[in-house]
């Protein structure tokens, strides 16, 4: 190694070039893939297209295991509302599929497609107030 490399704890400028061009590449293929981006030059855009459904669908997937009430609430109007809020809304570094999914719950509610959801019976009021107490089913409490 020479001066001016690793060893003094600076990158060659070169190399730094390099670098950034590699980001900006990898961050191309992640549009691609996650955010309806066109496919990267050098790229085959039917594969890109292959990858980029089959990551919606395991994203899909995970937010139906997580949200089954959702799920079931929007029957066959879940794959395609959670495809756009998906497309619109890519998942963001460091986000959890928990929040992913409550996210998804709060723009279908924005938008009019899921009812404002209610707080479980066990967490409304005080105890012995069963009269308003309903979930999002609208199943009332035991007893």
Known sequence: MTSGDMTSGHMPHGDADRRARLAARQA???????????????????????EAAALL????????????????????????LFDEYARANPRRTGSRAREDAAAF?????????????RRPWWRLGRPGDRARVVSRAGATPPG
Do not use: S, Y
């Open 57 to 80: 669908a395991k994203r899909r997937r995970v937010v139906a295991h997580l949200a089954p009430d959702v799920a079931g609430d929007l029957g066959e109007r879940f794959a395609p």
């Open 28 to 50: 191309d293929l992640l549009r691609a893939l996650l955010a309806d981006g066109p496919p990267p030059a050098g790229f085959d855009p039917a594969a890109v297209a292959v």
């Open 105 to 117: 719950e709060r723009w279908l509610t924005d938008r009019g497609n899921l009812a404002e959801p």
